[in-house]
């Protein structure tokens, strides 16, 4: 029997098969677009057992649940390559909202900081210490949405070290090590470093290549928000191509930027390094967010040697106006740092803040430091400096829209909202309630930048090999069924700098392994999300 003859056989006995059972679900009629790139199509998608099982003209197929997608875009669920915590699911799944209603299904959380390992006191409070025990709270609580954890290289230095300017000793190193091991065998993805933020900025390069190395062992890899992202760009990418060297890892750079109206030329140069390493057989993938301010908490516009002490020092130094003035000067002259302040033009009208409950300036939350201090009458290095008492976030517009669409044309890119749930405390920047849809009204309506088949292959497939879960990402028969429906003729951002929380809009369903979580723009209750575990998992 010729070939074509058993496969004309085989696929009419997949369509006879397809349409005589039941399915747990049925989406019909949509316009899919399966995550790989390929041009989009009519068709249907059926769904049992938490899986994609068939997708063609299923007419005659029944199902306990049938959606109609006529009008909709169908696409696999979009990941969020930096999600930051799932933690806050375990009290409260509706913490996901602002993330389910942009089409997100899987999060990678973490970032220097992760929510294991815990010290003693914070197990006490928090309900678990190991990296393997989270992953239990969070299953056992149940989750609106998946999520992938890398252990922060921030975190086990912190549990070791503490926060001060100081190298680890050899004993020390191999706690951190030991750490590390724990995490992986639970099932963490990799090692993540914040390297802006003190302690981790007193982290050598040794250092971190030592922890990575454990991560490697295991089949993880380096995810890194990298040591510079302005005036030393360049080089804070070749560190982390070292360290992916050395560790024998792949290499994920967070949120890409090239910070500063004077380095905005590099981002060329940054993504033909990237380009370089990739085509001589290292593995390297960034993540963005479509907006030009970035967003770190405000201490991060002082010099990082003035948290050589840790932050309660540092607190302390604050209320000197001896040392405010120095600060002042480095800020306003000092060059060879990440100065966030020379970043955004040394113009507080281009620094945004928020989180400022509790602050003397409450009532100006979104608004930038020039703004308030005209409101209160007040010299703006004062308003700063009172602001850097607080746990205040600082929104510094620093990059370019040119070199945003840059670095999203590149087919080694993912998104980011950089915010996670809405609890996390990071929500108040308007990606996190915005990011993707942005991505889909802005930059692919709006600007034609991508394709709609490319945004959402950078969304989903792209991300998906990146966090290692290569059971979903794309549409197709035997993979999880993360799925969004959304209308592409109103899908919009609404969250501002002003308003962070407005959900977005044209999210119509929102499926995670099967089942539906958001149904027009509602979240249903369900949490059937997991805890999708990396390569070095033990069980």
Do not use: C
């Amino acid at each position: 029997m010729k070939v074509s003859t058993l496969l004309l056989l085989s696929f009419l006995t997949f369509s006879w098969l397809s349409e005589a059972q039941t399915y747990d679900l049925l989406i019909k009629n949509g316009r899919i677009v399966d995550g790989t790139g390929s041009p989009w199509y009519t068709g249907d998608i059926a769904i049992k057992d938490n899986k994609i099982v068939a997708i063609g003209k299923l007419s005659n197929a029944s199902a306990t649940k049938s959606i109609d997608a006529t009008g909709l875009i169908v696409a696999p669920g979009f990941i969020d390559m930096m999600g930051q915590s799932a933690a806050s699911f375990i009290k409260d799944p509706n913490t996901a909202l602002n993330l389910l209603t942009q089409g997100i299904t899987t999060i990678n959380a973490g970032e220097g900081g992760s929510d294991a390992p815990l010290s003693d006191e914070e197990a006490k409070t928090a309900g678990w210490k190991t990296m393997r025990q989270y992953f239990t709270k969070l299953e056992t609580a149940g989750m609106p949405m998946n999520m992938v954890q890398t252990v922060g290289h921030t975190q086990v230095r912190y549990l070791v070290i503490g926060d001060k300017d100081r190298q680890a000793t050899p004993k020390e190193l191999d706690t951190m090590r030991g750490m590390v091991q724990e995490a992986m065998e639970a099932g963490a993805i990799g090692l993540s470093t914040s390297l802006i933020y003190p302690p981790a900025i007193y982290g050598s390069e040794e250092e971190i290549a030592e922890l990575a190395k454990v991560a490697g062992k295991y089949g993880g890899r380096y995810f890194t928000h990298m040591r510079n992202e302005g005036d030393r760009l360049i080089e804070a990418i070749d560190e982390a191509l070292r360290i992916g060297k050395a560790a024998g890892t792949p290499v994920h750079i967070f949120h890409l930027k090239a910070a500063g109206q004077g380095n905005w030329g590099k981002m060329d140069m940054a993504i033909a390094r990237i380009k370089e390493a990739r085509a001589n057989g290292q593995e390297v993938g960034v993540d963005i967010y479509p907006y030009i301010n970035n967003g770190l908490g405000i201490r991060a516009l002082l010099h990082p040697r003035h948290a050589a002490d840790g932050q309660d020092a540092l607190l302390e130094k604050l209320k000197d106006p001896k040392v405010r003035a120095v600060m002042r000067e480095e800020m306003e002259t000092l060059a060879g740092w990440e100065n966030w302040f020379a970043h955004a033009g040394k113009n507080w009208d281009r620094i945004v803040v928020a989180h400022l409950e509790g602050t003397p300036y409450a009532t100006h939350n979104g608004s930038t430091i020039g703004a308030i201090s005209k409101a209160e009458k007040k010299l703006p290095w004062d308003v700063f400096f009172d602001l850097t008492m607080y746990e205040v976030f600082a929104m510094p517009q620093t990059m370019s829209e040119v070199n945003k669409m840059k670095a999203m044309r590149e087919e080694f890119t993912s998104f980011d909202t950089d915010a996670g749930p809405a609890a996390t405390g990071y929500a108040v920047h308007p990606r996190g309630y915005g990011a993707f849809p942005r991505v889909l009204s802005h930059y692919v309506k709006g600007l034609g930048v991508l394709s709609l088949e490319g945004a959402i292959h950078r969304m989903s497939a792209v991300a998906a090999n990146e966090i290692m879960a290569y059971d979903r990402g794309t549409l197709a028969p035997g993979l999880a069924a993360d799925i969004v429906l959304f209308d592409f003729n109103t899908i919009e951002d609404r969250a501002t700098f002003g308003s962070p929380s407005n959900l977005s809009e044209g999210v119509k369903w929102v499926i995670v392994n099967g089942e539906v979580v958001i149904e027009n723009n509602k979240y249903t209750g369900a949490k059937p999300g997991k805890v999708i575990r990396g390569p070095g998992y033990k069980p």
